[in-house]
């Protein structure tokens, strides 16, 4: 959901720089549902095959069982949102006589913003484990300590603190004393001094908790792909299997993650009168609902990265951990 009003109103530093965008209701309900319904289909067969799997438990698989839950709590959260957007839109295109006049409580905006940042960044970090784990396992194949069960069970439960901390502590500071002039519990109000900061900081953490991620994964990549580039490195069917995982999940991070961070960087900014640059401001607000959704499809592409490197996952010899066998 957007962080403040913006529907044809003036930017906060732009008085005359005003955008319509209430095309917006109509393409969330869309897009939202569609996600809904192929993403509780992936989702759910990967972690229907994660679970009864047969195979030998990895690390790879924690972290990948770790991402669809991830994945599956944005995706059963969707019927939420839709009906925010549908009752959004009705409120918005009918008469002021019988507009609508439901507003979604602390409660409601809580609750939905948590569950979008457990998935944003739940499937950011859990991504990047998986590429840290194909990291270890082309470059040092031979240090298998960080590839134990154990570990891999440890860093995940360490994630979902994270994840959780994070997805319930953003919401808190967006909400916590801000009484907006809007009476809308889901907005800000850019104008706001106060307020202001509060959006400032959270897109400091949330750049924070996209960039950091970032480096590592295209650092673990790159070195992965100088060791795969040597000859008789690994036998062609494991080569193909990794470089597969690779290209997938950059795919992902090209496609969902690096449009949408870009584009909040500067859609806050003109919000809050740090860009007053009318051009990118219209631009960032009419490609908010766009990348927004291409982000939350991530949890739709996800499963895809099990699908493509189940064989990968299954076949390698499993690192033991201190109890024993996986």
């Excluded at 597969?244 to 500067?266: D, E, K, R, S």
Aim: contains cysteine; proline residues 6%; aromatic residues 12%.
């Amino acid at each position: 959901m957007e962080p403040w009003n913006m529907t044809k109103k003036p930017f906060s530093a732009l008085s005359n720089c005003t955008l319509d965008t209430s095309y917006r209701f109509t393409f969330y309900q869309v897009s939202y549902g569609a996600i809904f319904i192929v993403g509780l289909a992936t989702n759910g067969l990967a972690l229907h095959r994660l679970w009864h799997s047969p195979h030998t438990l990895t690390s790879t698989i924690v972290y990948m069982a770790s991402l669809s839950v991830a994945d599956m709590c944005f995706v059963v959260s969707l019927p939420l949102r839709i009906y925010f957007y549908h009752q959004r839109g009705r409120a918005f295109f009918a008469s002021p006589a019988d507009r609508a006049t439901w507003p979604p409580g602390g409660a409601f905006c809580q609750v939905t913003f948590t569950i979008k940042y457990i998935s944003l960044y739940g499937g950011i970090f859990f991504l990047v484990c998986i590429a840290l784990d194909r990291y270890l396992a082309v470059v040092h194949p031979m240090q298998s300590a960080l590839r134990r069960l154990r570990f891999a069970r440890l860093l995940s439960a360490a994630i979902w603190c994270l994840v959780l901390g994070l997805s319930l502590g953003l919401p808190m500071l967006r909400f916590a004393g801000v009484v907006s002039p809007l009476r809308h519990p889901c907005l800000l109000d850019p104008s706001s001094r106060h307020q202001r900061t509060l959006i400032l900081s959270t897109l400091g953490l949330v750049l924070g908790a996209f960039l950091l991620p970032t480096a590592l994964l295209l650092y673990s990549y790159c070195r992965v792909l100088s060791v795969l580039g040597r000859p008789r490195h690994r036998s062609r069917a494991q080569r193909r299997h990794t470089l597969t995982v690779i290209y997938w999940v950059l795919v992902v991070f090209l496609l969902c993650f690096a449009p949408y961070h870009t584009n909040l960087l500067i859609y806050t900014l003109s919000h809050v009168g740090l860009l007053p640059v009318c051009g990118l401001a219209r631009a960032s607000m009419a490609l908010h609902p766009v990348v927004l959704s291409l982000a939350s499809a991530n949890c739709c592409l996800n499963p895809l990265i099990y699908y493509f490197s189940s064989s990968l996952v299954h076949r390698e010899p499993a690192s033991r951990g201190s109890s024993g066998s996986h």
